[in-house]
Structures are given as structure tokens and as C-alpha cells.
């Protein structure tokens, strides 16, 4: 079982849809991050989280982290073709400490 | 562009090969990783580096090894591989080794053993 399940695994969305990326722990985290990536490619920082509540937003994609639920979505508002990709959420998780954890991946693709 | 970058690209090893994959980082930081990334599994995990000391190997095979010479740079040894070892393998770095110190990754070494 994965410390990190993320949902959808995989999304088909038309330009200009919005879209909501969910990324969930199953242990206390005290730190989200996530992360896209072009196939076969390395990763690109997007937006890191780190207090309970807290919103961030960068052009279109804001990330919100929901520390109860132990959980963070990923909102893209009007996607584009340029949003397609791999979405993956990582976490600092209490159990093992500085160490992140990745979640599988979303696969997002964006019909023209 | 990331400020990572990794070499080579691509790289077809024969189980019986050694080679070594290079990573080296122009950000400053002092952390830096290795991770493994299979097809449809999560990314794993492989070693830590701070300020060029191991901190952390996550159970890896001793057919891996890693080199730190400096904050710069590290590479991956590799010699007598799996073909179950074929994977994308991504370095990245970051400030610190505090988990609250974004980390940013290479483009990564995709590699297929045969």
C-alpha cells in the first residue's frame, strides 16, 4: 500500500474545462509539494505546502492543503494543451522524517 | 534550466557492463539525491547526500553505488545490473536536507538494461 494515494489516476479534460487533482495520506504529514512531469523527463516544482489551510497559486494552478483530512488538492482553472503531463504530489511525511514520499502520478491530458 | 543536469540522457547496458551516470547541480544546494523511478510505481527513494556525507540509502542493492565528491556533483555506479533495474533514474538537490527545502530535479538517465 502506498503512503500517498492519488486520485484520479488518470484525467482526459477539453480546453478549458477545470479539473482537481487530489493527493491523500494515510499518516500525518507536515509538508505537500507537487510536482509536474513530461513523460520520460524530470520533475518541476510547482508549489510547495506547509501549514494547514494554506492556498497557494501559480498562473492557473492553485494548491490548497487541508491538514485534517491529511489531504491537498490541485486545481487547474481553463486548462490548456501546455497543462498535460504528470502531476505527482510528495510529502514529508512524521513517520519518516526529513524523507519525501511520492504519490503514483495523475496523468492529465488536455483535448484541443 | 531546472539547474540540475544529468548525463547521459539515454544509456543500454548489458548485464555484465559497469557504468556510471552523472549528476551535477549549479544551485548551491548541499543536498542532493538519487531516486528511481519504474514504470507505473511511485518514485522511490535511492540515497541522500549532505554536504557530500551519505545519509541515507533506502535498502539498495550494492550493484548501485554512489559517489559524492563533492556538493556538486554525484554520480550512480553501475555493474552487473538487472534488467529489472531499467528505469528512469532522476537526481535532484535541494538547500537543505530538511524536508522543508523544495527539491529540484535533472531531466533525468533513462535506462534500459538488456
Known amino acids: 500500500s502506498q503512503e500517498l494515494e492519488q486520485s484520479p489516476q488518470s484525467l482526459i479534460v477539453q480546453e478549458g474545462k477545470n479539473l482537481t487533482i487530489n493527493c491523500t495520506s494515510s499518516k500525518t504529514l507536515y509538508g505537500l509539494y507537487w510536482y509536474k512531469q513530461k513523460y520520460g523527463e524530470g520533475l518541476i516544482f510547482l508549489m510547495m505546502l506547509q501549514k494547514g489551510g494554506e492556498e497557494k497559486s501559480h498562473e492557473k494552478i492553485t494548491a490548497k492543503l487541508d491538514e485534517k483530512k491529511q489531504q491537498s488538492s490541485l486545481h487547474i482553472t481553463a486548462s490548456q494543451p501546455s497543462h498535460a503531463g504528470i502531476y505527482l504530489c510528495?510529502?514529508?511525511?512524521?513517520?519518516?522524517?526529513?524523507?519525501?514520499?511520492f504519490g503514483a502520478g495523475t496523468i492529465l491530458r488536455v483535448k484541443s | 534550466e531546472t539547474g540540475v543536469t544529468q548525463t547521459p540522457r539515454h544509456l543500454v547496458m548489458g548485464m555484465t557492463n559497469k557504468k556510471s551516470l552523472k549528476c551535477e547541480q549549479h544551485?548551491?544546494?548541499?543536498?542532493m539525491y538519487w531516486y528511481k523511478q519504474s514504470a507505473k510505481k511511485p518514485l522511490e527513494l535511492m540515497f541522500v547526500?549532505?554536504?557530500?556525507?551519505?545519509?541515507e540509502n533506502n535498502s539498495v542493492p550494492s550493484r548501485f553505488s554512489p559517489e559524492c565528491p563533492n556538493s556538486s556533483h554525484l554520480f550512480l555506479h553501475l555493474h552487473t545490473l538487472q534488467p529489472e533495474d531499467s528505469a528512469l533514474y532522476l537526481c535532484a538537490s535541494s538547500q537543505g536536507r530538511q524536508s522543508r527545502y523544495e527539491q529540484y530535479f535533472g531531466p533525468g538517465t533513462r535506462l534500459t538494461v538488456t
Open positions: 547526500y549532505n554536504f557530500k556525507e551519505q545519509t
Open positions: 544551485l548551491g544546494h548541499n543536498a
Open positions: 510528495g510529502a514529508a511525511l512524521m513517520e519518516y522524517g526529513n524523507k519525501l514520499v
